[in-house]
């Protein structure tokens, strides 16, 4: 009795073992009730069950879809294609997610397909505007529009090797890619990006202007030109594809984002905005990279909601972005005057051969809108050859907490803060008010290298701020500045006295 009870026991576990199918139900039936979590993990689980299940293999790719992980449903949809030739939905499925990615070829062939195969089909009409929309008589100019989705896929996987920071691999990839498909205008831009990543310039320039010979017009191909041109400082071929870049009109969204990416990079935030703003009005739905431009572009050309709006967006897509806004540290409706809100000073500072400089360069990028720009960018900030003490502010600047235990960092706290009385009386920094950090600087750098120990920050500041007014006007007094800075006249001489010996003139 006990053995035939175990065998009915056994055989039950066995009956109620979950497949593909039960997934598969479970999953429309969350379908159904607007369950979208619950349905992308039933289907997960019965594409992993019946992975020779086309419909499965579709329904999945069909969420797969709706949350934009495009690259994964097109495998999906190959798979289940392979599997049924014929099926009309899947088919269609292919249509669309090609159009998605940007495989404007196989979107329309997809979509043809299926016409042929079913005119009349529920997908009928979405079918014909994918072809309409494949053939737009403008695609041409600038797009690889002859190759098929397995060399995109190619091609996208060295991109996210890019970014991953693999250079030297998407280079291999890339350059394979255009030996066997040698007018495929996407890898050669992508390649002329990664050897400029890792500082081939001239390599990178020379494909670039390959591009232009043989493709003329190649949109990507003139942005990433001007990139080039901004990071290396030549100033006259940047102007000169900007103005021309400027009068480029294009109907692709991909164009749209490429040219409002590309002026935002480059500081030409208006002609940013305008671009960008056009795809949020069509609906787009970018990207973290593009919210961020947006945001960036919109604030800096005085759209100050619409940058707002856009950073909560990508806040909702990328979290860790959180504190990286532009208007970090300002107030709100605060106009963006002053030098620290001036990028390319601050990067002339941080790029200066004398220490002074780029310490006063390091503080003010804590200060400026343009922080996360200048950091993001591959050498504007080159902590390897910093010394410590730019160590320490670069540091202070982005936000770290010092514990300030040993004497020479208790010293430097306390010069920073004095730094910070100095920029709240003397802010927004003016050309003629950045002489007096740059001098403050200056003293900071050769007290603090002669163990001085910044006792009173407030005193501190106050006397630098006298010493350079007094060196440019008879009407500055003592007693009028140290009420200014809340200390008394005989504080404010003994500090005076003591930073005139670190005045480089000073030493004998």
């Not at 730019?390 to 300030?404: Q, R």
């Amino acid at each position: 009795m006990e053995k035939k009870q175990k065998q009915l026991i056994k055989e039950n576990i066995v009956s109620f073992i979950p497949t593909g199918e039960y997934y598969y139900q479970k999953a429309l039936h969350a379908l159904n009730r607007e369950q979208f979590d619950k349905a992308h993990k039933y289907l997960r689980r019965a594409a992993e069950l019946s992975p020779d299940d086309p419909l499965i293999l579709m329904q999945y790719a069909i969420v797969e879809m709706e949350v934009e992980k495009y690259d994964h449903a097109l495998e999906l949809l190959q798979s289940a294609h392979s599997l049924d030739p014929n099926e009309t939905e899947i088919i269609f499925f292919l249509a669309e997610v090609n159009a998605h990615l940007g495989f404007l070829s196989d979107a329309r062939k997809f979509a043809k397909k299926y016409v042929e195969l079913d005119f009349s089909g529920v997908y009928a009409e979405e079918a014909m505007e994918i072809i309409d929309f494949s053939e737009q008589e403008d695609w041409p100019l600038f797009e690889d529009d002859n190759f098929g989705s397995e060399i995109l896929i190619i091609q996208e996987k060295a991109r996210r090797m890019m970014e991953q920071g693999n250079f030297d691999q998407a280079i291999e990839v890339l350059e394979k890619l255009i030996e066997e498909n040698t007018d495929f205008w996407a890898a050669y831009n992508n390649l002329a990006l990664a050897y400029f990543y890792i500082g081939e310039v001239d390599q990178s320039k020379a494909l670039l202007h390959k591009v232009l010979e043989d493709n003329t017009g190649n949109l990507h191909a003139l942005c990433n030109l001007a990139v080039v041109h901004y990071y290396e400082k030549n100033e006259p071929e940047l102007n000169y594809l900007l103005n021309l870049l400027s009068k480029i009109q294009p109907y692709m969204l991909e164009h749209r984002y490429k040219l409002g990416a590309t002026f935002a990079l480059v500081g030409r935030y208006d002609n940013a905005y305008k671009w960008l703003r056009s795809l949020q009005k069509r609906g787009y739905e970018g990207d973290p990279g593009f919210y961020f431009w947006l945001s960036h572009s919109a604030y800096f050309s005085g759209h100050e909601k619409e940058a707002r709006f856009a950073w909560k967006q990508l806040i909702n897509i990328d979290p860790d972005k959180q504190g990286l806004e532009p208007w970090a540290g300002q107030v709100e409706g605060e106009a963006l005057h002053g030098m620290e809100h001036n990028r390319d000073f601050i990067v002339e500072k941080l790029e200066n051969a004398y220490r002074s400089e780029r310490l006063f360069g390091l503080f003010l990028l804590g200060k400026t809108a343009h922080k996360q720009e200048i950091i993001a960018h591959p050498e504007w900030v080159n902590v390897e050859s910093y010394s410590t003490m730019e160590k320490w502010l670069l540091a202070f600047s982005l936000g770290h907490e010092f514990e300030a235990r040993q004497p020479d960092e208790i010293s430097f706290m306390r010069a920073v803060n004095a730094t910070d009385v100095l920029y709240v009386k003397n802010h927004p920094v003016t050309i003629d008010g950045s002489f007096l950090f740059q001098m403050w600087f200056v003293l900071i750098e050769r007290a603090i290298d002669k163990g001085y120990v910044f006792k009173n920050p407030n005193a501190l500041a106050a006397a630098a701020d006298y010493m350079f007014q007094s060196s440019r006007s008879q009407g500055i007094t003592k007693k009028a500045l140290a009420k200014n800075y809340g200390i008394t006249t005989t504080t404010l001489t003994k500090y005076i006295n003591e930073l005139i010996q670190f005045l480089p003139f000073s030493d004998t």
